[in-house]
């Protein structure tokens, strides 16, 4: 596609839910992120993918977070059992290849919200 | 620990000049992103800089300075669609990007 699609865009979810947040990354891109972003703050990555390989999930706040991208391409990032502080915009971003110095680019993010 | 600082919002005049700065404490360092992100929308990319020095892109320079731990966005003859948030990353020693809060920068006719 010509960009990074993320779905759904907005999300309401009732506390002790379970969500599951889509992210389709530019074709052919080899490297995926997942970053959470607060109102009025700059993103705080979770974790990352080169292809199907998860290199990197430090970020993840908790063991409720999970990640997974079986074929190397569309990323699905589920949160089990949500609490309120779950709420804010989940962005998706990915780069061309995985040696670390390229741009990357975003997609429109999934606004959660958690009641 | 890690720490990048911007204002957290300024304001500007249509067809003026305005600068954003942002000072960085990272471990290690690979790099220098400024982002654009208008209200409810993703980050787009505007500029990077890893060597100290001016790049010129259009209305749009960014400057660094790796001895002094600091950039600087420049805009000019601002328009109203301009009007957005501004965020400073820098790439880290694990190849992170550690993110500043960002700049909300609102222009006035």
């Known amino acids: 596609g010509a960009g990074v699609s993320q779905s759904p865009r907005y999300k309401v979810a009732k506390r002790g839910q379970d969500v599951a947040l889509r992210c389709d990354p530019i074709?052919?891109?080899?490297?995926l992120f997942w970053y959470q972003q607060a109102l009025g703050q700059g993103p705080e990555f979770l974790t990352y993918?080169?292809?199907?390989?998860?290199?990197?999930k430090s970020g993840l706040p908790s063991d409720r977070f999970f990640a997974e991208r079986p074929e190397g391409s569309v990323s699905t990032l589920k949160i089990q059992r949500t609490q309120q502080e779950d709420s804010a915009v989940y962005l998706c971003?990915?780069?061309?290849?995985?040696?670390?110095?390229?741009?990357?680019?975003f997609g429109p993010g999934t606004r959660l919200l958690v009641l | 620990g890690q720490n990048i600082d911007q204002p957290t919002e300024m304001t500007a005049t249509e067809g003026a000049i305005v600068q954003i700065n942002c000072t960085y404490q990272?471990?290690?360092?690979?790099?220098l992103f400024w982002y654009q992100q208008h209200a409810g929308e993703a980050p787009t990319f505007l500029s990077y800089?890893?060597l100290d020095g001016l790049e010129e892109k259009g209305r749009f320079s960014s400057f660094l300075s790796r001895s002094k731990g600091y950039s600087y966005l420049l805009l000019k003859e601002l328009q109203m669609k301009d009007s957005a948030s501004y965020l400073c990353?820098?790439?880290?020693?694990?190849?992170?990007?550690?993110w500043g809060a960002g700049t909300k920068l609102i222009i006035k006719p």
């Open positions: 993918f080169q292809n199907e390989a998860q290199l990197d």
């Open positions: 990353a820098v790439r880290d020693s694990n190849y992170q990007l550690i």
């Open positions: 074709s052919g891109h080899v490297s």
């Open positions: 971003a990915s780069s061309l290849v995985g040696t670390g110095y390229e741009t990357q680019y």
């Open positions: 800089n890893v």
């Open positions: 990272t471990s290690g360092f690979n790099g």
